[in-house]
T-cell receptor, first 114, second 114 residues
Framework: AQSVAQPEDQVNVAEGNPLTVKCTYS??????LFWYVQYPNRGLQFLLK??????LVKGSYGFEAEFNKSQTSFHLKKPSALVSDSALYFC????????????FGTGTRLTVIP | DSGVTQTPKHLITATGQRVTLRCSPR?????VYWYQQSLDQGLQFLIQ???????AKGNILERFSAQQFPDLHSELNLSSLELGDSALYFC?????????????FGQGTRLTVV
């Protein structure tokens, strides 16, 4: 069975500071990992994904994520946070041995303080 | 704009009633997913269709059903509605059935059962 954990419900960071949103996963096979962002009253927007290859993945809006197989983690990062980054962030996984659907974490609310 | 269109945006109905939610995927996308987002359950996968055929089933109640039509649009039917069915229902689409392909989400239908 596949699962995703986002250990922090809420992350606060000052504008201009680096931000990290944490995600750990559990799968039976090789993971395919995704990050999505949800702004208020909007659908989820795709940010980036890890399939294979380089452990550092770059995505939209200056976000990047680092895949760490030994720690089964896929943390989302950005070097310098913007107030407009404030939103709900979801980590998701597909398991090569499991169903095709995206399995989502519970989400982390990021607040960037001006 | 993701290119995925969901109608209606908002729906208020009484317990015991039946509603139909509609989803038009991105042009050319063959795969459609339905998700339910509620405060206590997070994002729950309901069902997936690929090119008209049911491909995967998640935590979908027997009172709920879905289909994908030849023009690839999809409908989610919810019947005998209960207060607990109040949630945001998302449709997502992807171009293939591959595990590596990201899904694009619509803005959702907010269902309120009173």
């Amino acid at each position: 069975a596949q699962s995703v954990a986002q250990p922090e419900d809420q992350v606060n960071v000052a504008e201009g500071n680096p931000l990290t949103v944490k995600c750990t996963y559990s799968v039976s096979g090789n993971p395919y990992l995704f990050w999505y962002v949800q702004y208020p009253n909007r659908g989820l927007q795709f940010l980036l994904k890890y399939i294979t290859g380089d452990n550092l993945v770059k995505g939209s809006y200056g976000f990047e994520a680092e895949f760490n197989k030994s720690q089964t983690s896929f943390h989302l990062k950005k070097p310098s946070a913007l107030v407009s980054d404030s939103a709900l962030y979801f980590c998701a996984v597909r398991d090569i041995g499991g169903a095709n659907n995206l399995f989502f974490g519970t989400g982390t609310r990021l607040t960037v303080i001006p | 704009d993701s290119g995925v269109t969901q109608t209606p945006k908002h729906l208020i109905t009484a317990t015991g009633q039946r509603v139909t939610l509609r989803c038009s995927p991105r042009s050319g996308d063959l795969s459609v997913y339905w998700y339910q987002q509620s405060l206590d359950q997070g994002l729950q996968f309901l069902i997936q269709y690929y090119n008209g055929e049911e491909r995967a089933k998640g935590n979908i109640l027997e009172r709920f059903s879905a289909q994908q039509f030849p023009d690839l649009h999809s409908e989610l039917n919810l019947s005998s509605l209960e207060l607990g069915d109040s949630a945001l229902y998302f449709c997502a689409s992807s171009s293939t059935d591959s595990l590596t392909t990201e899904a694009f989400f619509g803005q959702g239908t907010r269902l309120t059962v009173v």
